[in-house]
């Protein structure tokens, strides 16, 4: 396979193409029909002129008879944990009470940065007073919750060994030389830490000091977070298989093959469980339901569509999280569609054409999306009605200079958090924005210093951030 860089340092987000995939055409800005059609608004770069291949072939509109209406929020709450990347099983937390100043606390180090051969792929998870995080080569570390201070570490690589028969037939030495990269956390209720990796592992350590209780191989990477609950550990392979584990022991349970997809974005989806229905998205586009028990089906549906002008959209993956919010689904996938799904009968109650890698936020009455363009979009939960869109990577301002600059190298931004009436996104920039979440004004802006493209979190009265350097971020 080969790599499709998104830009410089969109490490966490690098598309994972086939070489038979052959990415030549460019295309630019248009409405396009979600389900078809011709499009009578496409457009070609003129002599010498260069159009993004990364740009977007649809285009969506905030509801003019909503300009102004306003929306129910529910109140903010203080968080005392954040066990999962999404906070919860449902990967759904409504509104957080934290990070009123808006100002950074303080930055700690913890270990291999992203780069050319490593990622970072973990958002943080935590408890009251720890946050536990992982580097770019499997390294987990527990950090204390107010100081940044290092409790412990434990490097969770395998052991390097000899030169070993490999490859195709066996017949091509092929050396262990540890080669892999990311995954990500999840913090149990049995204060276990457990940990899915690219070196082809999910383990469990104890939370309180690092040691390392059991070790379960996979057949393929993985890199994303799993999910704990109800004694059983979930998580996505890079090879599209749901796989489970008993929590405890590590015995691994039922598995669930999706469709197999050559090309992938880098960072993986983790998987959302409410009550006894497990939730997952793979690289596929297929977002599937499934018995959290046994592994039955429930239902299947496809987050996927095919552009004539972005090559692209041939990506189908959903690399965000399913979000489970009272009785829905949402999810989006990179090919171009953001859907509200009934979680008992598998039914879409809409969609739009919204082109994402990030997870939505569901509060009260609104749902919030940051597509791949940089547009943060505020959308009614219950009939997929726009509210707001403000565009983050709005270039109106910029010299040809920096327009072009921006095109080659665009910016990225993270899946938002709720916190305080303001909608908080990060981004591969280094900068942090607050929206009005009513309005999406923007509010306040923050330097972080290094490219950021991990969700947030907040425990107690911080915001916890990861970047690509491998530094945890404290927001107060």
Request: with cysteine; aromatic share 6%.
């Amino acid at each position: 396979m080969s790599r499709l860089m998104i830009s410089k340092r969109s490490v966490a987000l690098v598309a994972l193409m086939s070489a038979s995939m052959a990415v030549t055409g460019c295309s630019t800005v248009s409405k396009l029909n979600p389900f078809g059609g011709k499009d009578k608004n496409k457009s070609t770069a003129s002599q010498g002129q260069r159009i993004s291949i990364i740009a977007f072939d649809q285009k969506v509109e905030a509801n003019e008879g909503l300009k102004g209406a306003d929306f129910y929020l529910p109140e903010p709450a203080v968080q005392a944990e954040w066990r999962l990347p999404g906070g919860n099983g449902e990967q759904s937390v409504e509104h957080v009470d934290a990070g009123k100043d808006f100002q950074i606390a303080w930055k700690r180090g913890f270990g291999k940065k992203s780069g050319r051969k490593f990622h970072v792929t973990a958002p943080p998870v935590a408890s009251g007073e720890r946050i536990y995080v992982m580097d770019g080569i499997a390294e987990v570390s527990a950090i204390d919750a107010k100081t940044g201070s290092v409790l412990w570490s434990k490097d969770l690589r395998p052991a390097a060994g000899p030169t070993r028969k490999g490859g195709f037939l066996g017949l091509i030495p092929q050396k262990n030389d540890r080669s892999g990269f990311g995954g990500g956390v999840a913090l149990g209720p049995d204060n276990k830490l457990y940990v899915a990796s690219g070196f082809r592992f999910v383990a469990q350590i104890d939370a309180t000091n690092g040691n390392l209780n059991w070790t379960q191989p996979a057949s393929t990477p993985i890199h994303g977070a799993p999910t704990v609950v109800d004694g059983r550990v979930f998580v996505v392979s890079t090879d599209n298989e749901l796989l489970t584990f008993n929590a405890e022991t590590g015995a691994p349970g039922w598995t669930y093959q999706a469709l197999s997809e050559p090309a992938r974005i880098l960072g993986a989806s983790t998987p959302a469980v409410s009550g006894d229905t497990v939730v997952a998205g793979f690289a596929s586009g297929e977002l599937v339901a499934l018995r959290a028990a046994n592994g039955n089906d429930l239902w299947n549906e496809a987050l996927s569509r095919a552009s004539r002008t972005n090559a692209l959209s041939e990506i189908r993956d959903i690399p965000g999280r399913p979000v489970i919010y009272k009785g829905d689904v949402f999810a989006v996938s990179h090919s171009g569609v953001f859907a509200a799904t009934d979680l008992r009968t598998g039914q879409a109650r809409w969609t739009l054409p919204v082109t994402a890698i990030t997870t939505p936020w569901a509060a009260g009455d609104v749902v919030y999306v940051v597509d791949k363009a940089g547009q943060v979009i505020c959308v009614s939960r219950e009939n997929g009605s726009i509210y707001w869109i403000q565009d983050l990577n709005n270039t109106e301002a910029l010299s040809k200079k920096q327009k072009k600059k921006r095109a080659k190298h665009p910016i990225l931004w993270s899946t938002p958090i709720l916190a305080n009436g303001r909608l908080i996104t990060v981004s591969s920039a280094g900068e942090a924005v607050a929206l009005n979440a009513k309005t999406g004004a923007k509010e306040k802006t923050l330097k972080i210093g290094s490219s950021v493209l991990l969700n947030p979190i907040a425990v107690g009265n911080m915001i916890y951030l990861v970047t690509d350097d491998a530094e945890l971020v404290a927001i107060r």
